[in-house]
């Protein structure tokens, strides 16, 4: 096997042999590969062909399997490839039969990408796991009902290039324009979201949990949370949320159920060892799944594009009753129990999205403009078991009282517990919700580049970043694709990086590793 998407990989350089650090063997990483290349062989069987009602969605659940931590499932890859080549068999009908063959519309062995020259496959990496994760994202809008033609059609495009013999003049443009598709989708699922849910408010949420029986769900699926928590009304079962659903907390159209109670648990990375004796059933709607340990393997349930061998999977048909039974059945604590944050505090807030924040917007500006506000960081990104991530905590409570620290995604489980005080009457600490969230920082940051007249460039405003999966990956170029500039990135830079292309993103961009907090926080106050 190979495999080097994300920042956990073997020796910061590529996972081979058996198994990949994050538990996904050789013959699973072997069918994603396949499933990666059907997929290249359906894109381009449509570069001539009209695709059917059903590509866009067949190419969109191909590539979120192949995220990190989403898919060990072999048997639900191999169905993927078999739905994968039967709908290239209805967009070009007969090809198999052709007396003489193309080869245009073949399935491509990923084992040319992997061999190829450092930089082109350095920058099809870019391109591949970049739409993976604006794919998981995608799914997440269209369970919703919103689609985006520009973000569908550029599965294609992107996939398709992957097989193209192209040099960097070519990839390049593609790998910033993967990061402008991005943009879009964030959009897009922003208002699937907020306008299925409502606006995001900021939200106390307790990391305590009450007796009784209860469930935990985690990942991004917001539509999931939902459906179960209509089929968990009146029926004495509590739901908390768990890693990436913490921010559903404030959407007032799931706030509204009395038994969505709390959040429970850390980072997804601790969750073989705070699941280990949770007396409750966990749902897993995204990633990140890691292997299932025997101490916990009765209670876990999967749903959409996660599987796992021999895990309970709540089909199309999202009937949860298999999940409320199990609940049911271990019936939760005993007495109500208390749980903390990793720095010890008892609840977080969340739900400083676009809507939030822009409504303060005349008050942050005045608190720049008088002083009261010097700096904004966003500290953001994924979290992961890697040393060196205590970074992201040593950064952000070392961060000056006038300065303000905005954050989404997992990796603020780092601190989202701690209490930094308020700024002009606004929380120092603001967590805008999910990864995907990132759309609402960007709108902040370009609301405040323009209330100053200046470009985002010129703000007061730093960029921290931490990565893991490929949903950083899309956006980090979209960041890029915005001309954002001096962003630091770590815990470790991504592998597929070639010498070239860091080159590249440096000269460009001026993006760098992280160092210590210490010395980042000099240099970026120093400038600021
Ligand atoms: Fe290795 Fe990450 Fe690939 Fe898993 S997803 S095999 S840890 S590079």
Redesign the pocket.
């Known amino acids: 096997m190979f495999?080097?998407?994300?920042e956990?990989?073997?020796g910061c350089s590529?996972?081979t042999g058996n198994a990949?650090?994050?538990g996904?063997s050789a013959g699973t990483?072997r069918l994603q590969d396949e499933l990666t290349g059907a997929l290249i062989g359906l894109a381009r069987a449509c570069a001539g062909n009209p695709k059917t009602e059903n590509t866009d969605q067949i190419i969109i659940d191909g590539l979120f399997a192949t995220l990190?931590n989403v898919n060990f499932n072999d048997e639900t890859l191999r169905s993927l490839i078999g739905r994968v080549n039967g709908e290239k068999t209805i967009v070009v009908p007969g090809c198999s039969a052709c007396g003489s063959p193309c080869k245009d519309t073949e399935n491509y062995d990923m084992e040319k990408l992997w061999s190829d020259q450092e930089d082109i496959r350095s920058l099809k990496s870019l391109i591949l796991f970049g739409i993976r994760g604006v794919a998981a994202y995608a799914y997440h809008a269209a369970v919703l009902g919103y689609t985006d033609e520009e973000v569908n059609n550029f599965f294609y495009k992107a996939l398709s290039a992957i097989a193209e013999d192209w040099g960097m003049e070519e990839l390049l443009p593609l790998v910033m324009e993967t990061g402008k598709v991005n943009l879009s989708c964030m959009e897009l699922l922003d208002r699937a979201n907020t306008e299925t849910f409502g606006t995001p408010a900021p939200a106390e949420v307790s990391l305590s949990v009450e007796k009784g029986p209860f469930i935990v769900i985690t990942g991004h699926d917001l539509y999931d949370l939902k459906l179960l928590l209509e089929q968990t009304e009146g029926k004495g079962i509590n739901v908390y949320t768990h890693g990436e659903m913490l921010p559903a907390h404030a959407y007032p159209e799931l706030k509204k159920y009395a038994h969505l109670k709390g959040n429970f648990g850390t980072a997804w990375q601790n969750q073989q060892k705070e699941f280990a004796d949770l007396p409750a059933p966990i749902l897993f709607t995204t990633n990140c799944l890691m292997p299932v340990k025997d101490s916990y393997a009765d209670r876990v349930f999967t749903t959409e594009m996660v599987s796992y061998p021999e895990m309970v999977h709540i089909g199309e048909d999202k009937d949860f009753t298999p999940v409320i039974e199990k609940a049911l059945e271990l019936g939760g604590f005993v007495e109500d129990k208390e749980f903390t944050g990793i720095n010890g505090g008892k609840t977080v807030m969340t739900g400083f999205g676009h809507g939030t924040v822009l409504q303060a917007a005349d008050q942050v500006i005045e608190a720049v403009k008088g002083g009261a506000i010097k700096h904004f960081f966003l500290v953001g990104g994924c979290d992961g078991a890697r040393a060196g991530r205590n970074y992201y905590t040593e950064f952000v409570r070392q961060t000056p009282a006038d300065t303000v620290v905005l954050t989404l995604a997992c990796g603020k489980y780092r601190f989202n517990d701690l209490d930094l005080g308020t700024i002009g009457g606004l929380p120092r600490l603001m967590d805008m919700g999910q990864c995907n969230d990132a759309y609402s920082a960007i709108k902040v940051a370009a609301a405040l580049a323009e209330a100053f007249d200046c470009g985002v460039n010129e703000l007061p405003l730093s960029m921290v970043l931490s990565w893991y999966e490929q949903k950083a990956v899309c956006i980090l170029l979209t960041l890029l694709h915005l001309g954002i500039k001096n962003i630091k990135l770590g815990p470790t830079l991504p592998a597929f990086v070639s010498p070239n292309v860091l080159n590249f993103l440096v000269e460009n961009y001026n993006i760098a590793p992280i160092t210590t907090p210490e010395e980042d926080l000099k240099e970026i106050l120093a400038q600021s």
């Open positions: 495999c080097f998407q994300c956990q990989t073997a590529g996972c990949g650090v994050c996904k990483a990190t």
